[in-house]
């Protein structure tokens, strides 16, 4: 009685195996920890693995035809990799942060390894491809036409937008009346149906491209004169809109001596494999070069070229002050703000708020246009509001003034919005509590408020800290670096480091991508070791108040 009365008694269980579960079916091992694939699951497990497979044929065809077998088994081991991670029911998290670590290896790490590789290089305009491209382009661009050579009737052409697309010839051959398509890859002939021609030689229409009318020729003239055509005794060049002819190259390449000979002046440009160039005797360089490492010369240049390391420190000097200025100032105006409206004795607080995150919802590109038409000195609304005559871009300081003026504005609803929502997590009971104990509002904030905030927002404002050292747009689209010194027209008041680099880098003289990705890396390197000082403090900030 008793038995029956206290219920079924518990399963018992033996050493190592599993408890008894009366009146249960059992549920085999081998599906226990599974769930059933339903068909839209497989349906879609299809489809991205099919995508990926798509991917990796489409990438795979450019790897083999340059050669670069390592990255072509990289390429087929990860995508062998992807496919049997999820065609196993093994490895559950890893299905989930295998697609995450993808693409932070393919947009994160893969970038920043890049340009750190590109900063030991000369690559730029000039030096992008080998010294056999070099000297093709070399000799091409020298071609001159001589007394007996062969002319074209010329069409120009396109396989596409006339306006935009890339240019082709269309040549007849005067003595055959056959018809080629020449580019920068060479001439290639056109099956005689696939063209039609005009009494006259020239090309009317061409199956597969568009032919330019006189009109439409005449606004791409400049292309037209630049496109070079290599053939095998020299190169193509256009003669006007309708004819062009088969030039011989003035300046040849000698394998002997490793230069490049001008036939009609007798100069010599002997290759400089340090530098990617052919140098003359005098020091005069050839614009095609080709790509080099050149091992820490471009790091070697910020500091020890007059021209560069002088305005560098300077500029330094302020991208630290606008910086911390620009974050600064809006956590500042942004918190007051918030505490204004955190206040319990404050009305219409939701429409406030609305007015307020208005600089924050307009798009910042046209906002600082509109501000720097707002400095104007003659029309400007300020000079106009306030009857000034301040020329705001022309001296250094009322400038710089200027461009953190805007910055406050454009910044301070975002510091608004954290600070009002830090703001919020913080319990009442802690500030009522120092009032209790006799503490001011300030002492109060001081000693409560603020910490609890700064304990919450420090990584924001470093991470605030961090754009606002690399904002370009801020300085570009209102003061464009301005003004510049008399002496020195490349490095102005206003300029940071990254639109000076992009001044430097890619001015007038043509880019100069690896100098730039050495300046990006002193660039990188000051804001890492910025941000790791200032999370540790933060760090040590959180195991105070904690």
Same mark, same amino acid.
């Given at each position: ?66 050669? @670069? ?6 390429? /087929? %081991? ?12 093994? @490895? ?13 290896? /393919? ?139 088969? &030039? *011989? ?20 440009? *002997?290759?400089?494999?340090?530098? &990617? ?133 454009? &910044? ?20 009522? %509590? ?66 000076? *680099? ?7 003289? &043509?880019?100069?991508?690896?100098? /730039? ?20 403090? *933060? ?8």
């Amino acid at each position: 009685m008793s038995a029956s009365l206290s219920g079924p008694e518990p399963a018992t269980q033996a050493p190592g195996r599993e408890p008894v579960r009366r009146g249960l079916p059992r549920t085999p091992a081998t599906t226990r920890h599974h769930a059933p694939i339903t068909a839209t699951g497989l349906v879609v497990k299809v489809i991205l693995l099919g995508l990926a497979a798509g991917i990796a044929i489409w990438a795979a065809f450019p790897l083999v035809e340059a050669g @670069h077998w390592i990255g072509l088994a990289i390429l /087929a %081991a990860t995508t062998a990799g992807l496919f049997y991670l999820y065609l196993t029911r093994r @490895h559950i998290p890893a299905k989930y942060l295998v697609p995450g670590t993808l693409f932070l290896i /393919a947009f994160q790490i893969f970038p920043v390894l890049y340009t750190a590789s590109t900063a030991f290089t000369n690559f730029g305009d000039g030096h992008r491809g080998s010294k056999d491209e070099a000297i093709v382009a070399i000799q091409t661009s020298s071609v001159k036409q001589v007394p007996g050579s062969t002319e074209y009737s010329l069409a120009i052409a396109t396989q596409g937008d006339p306006a935009s697309d890339a240019l082709v010839f269309l040549l007849t051959d005067p003595k055959t009346r056959e018809v080629s398509v020449g580019d920068a890859d060479g001439l290639r002939k056109l099956d005689a149906g696939q063209v039609t021609v005009s009494p006259t030689g020239k090309v009317t229409a061409a199956d597969g491209y568009t032919v330019l009318n006189f009109g439409q020729a005449s606004v791409r003239s400049k292309e037209i004169t630049d496109l070079i055509v290599p053939t095998s005794g020299g190169a193509i060049r256009s003669n006007g809109l309708s004819r062009a002819y088969e &030039g *011989t190259a003035v300046r040849a390449y000698d394998a002997d001596c490793d230069c490049i000979k001008d036939s009609e002046t007798g100069r010599t440009w *002997t290759a400089d494999e340090a530098t &990617g160039s052919f140098v003359a005797a005098d020091g005069e360089r050839l614009a095609q070069g080709w790509k080099v490492n050149v091992g820490l010369t471009n790091f070697t240049r910020v500091l020890t070229d007059d021209n560069i390391s002088g305005p560098f420190l300077g500029t330094l000097i302020w991208n630290f002050a606008f910086a911390i200025a620009s974050t600064g100032g809006t956590f500042v105006l942004g918190l007051l703000i918030a505490l204004a409206l955190h206040s319990p004795r404050m009305r219409g607080t939701n429409l406030y708020r609305v007015l307020l995150i208005l600089p924050y919802a307009m798009p910042s590109f046209a906002m600082l246009m509109v501000w720097r038409d707002m400095f104007n000195t003659d029309f400007g609304l300020l000079n106009n509001l306030f009857g000034l005559g301040v020329d705001w871009f022309g001296g250094s300081w009322t400038a710089r003034f200027a461009v953190i003026l805007v910055q406050l504005w454009l &910044g301070y609803p975002y510091m608004f919005l954290v600070a009002t929502g830090a703001l919020q997590a913080i319990p009442r009971e802690l500030t009522e %509590a120092t009032s209790v104990d006799g503490a001011s509002p300030w002492q109060s904030f001081r000693a409560v408020t603020l910490p609890l905030l700064l304990v919450a927002l420090s990584p924001l404002l470093i991470s605030s800290f961090a754009y606002n050292f690399n904002n370009f747009n801020a300085i570009y689209l209102t003061t464009e670096g301005a003004p510049f010194p008399a002496d020195n027209p490349t490095n102005g008041a206003t300029d940071l480091l990254i639109t000076y *680099t992009y001044r430097l880098a890619f001015g007038a003289q &043509g880019a100069e991508f690896g100098f /730039a990705a050495a300046i990006s890396l002193f660039i990188f390197t000051i804001v890492a070791v910025v941000s790791a000082v200032s999370f540790r403090r *933060t760090r040590r900030q959180e195991e105070v108040y904690s």
